[in-house]
């Protein structure tokens, strides 16, 4: 097996896409799971990617102190699925905008991941791979950090 070099970005990024299931494959990754666990609540989250001086980074989030589930935990952007919805993938563009600001025309799909069911929840979650343009990116590091301080 050959070693990847993650600071090769446009490697990673295409391996990332060559191993990936494509995103118009989403829903049927979901129903494979959900015939498992048929009352399963959807949701999705997206692992945004971007590139800050030279290296691939991950933008990740941490939940509000105030929330009664999961507060204060890192996580990345997402939720559940919304009946206005259209698909698993208009939720995670749909949270990542409601809680980063990320606009949806400033990201790649890469691809997907398999659903993965959360017990204590109920969730079955779509994990959907992103990349975001730089800049997009520098106003998401700086709040981040200004946040943090």
């Known amino acids: 097996m050959d070693v990847l070099d993650f600071t090769n970005t446009a490697e990673v990024l295409r391996v990332l896409r060559k191993r990936l299931t ?3 494959q989403a829903e049927s990754l979901i129903d494979t799971i959900e015939g ?3 009352h399963a609540r959807k949701a ?3 692992l945004p990617f971007f590139v800050e001086d030279g290296r691939l980074q991950l933008a990740l989030i941490r939940r509000a102190s105030t929330l009664r589930a999961h507060s204060g935990e890192i996580a990345f952007p997402g939720g559940k699925v919304d009946p206005s919805d259209h698909s698993v993938i208009m939720t995670a563009l749909r949270e990542a905008h409601e809680e980063i600001g ?3 025309a400033r ?3 890469l691809g997907v991941l398999p659903p993965v069911f959360t017990v204590v ?3 079955l979650i ?10 997009w990116v520098g106003w998401y590091c700086k709040r981040a950090r200004s946040m943090s301080s």
């Open 22 to 24: 494509p995103v118009e």
């Open 36 to 38: 498992h666990q048929e």
């Open 44 to 46: 999705a989250v997206l």
């Open 102 to 104: 990320l606009e949806p």
């Open 107 to 109: 990201v790649e799909a």
């Open 121 to 123: 929840s109920n969730y």
């Open 126 to 135: 779509t994990r959907w791979w992103r990349t975001c343009q730089p800049a």
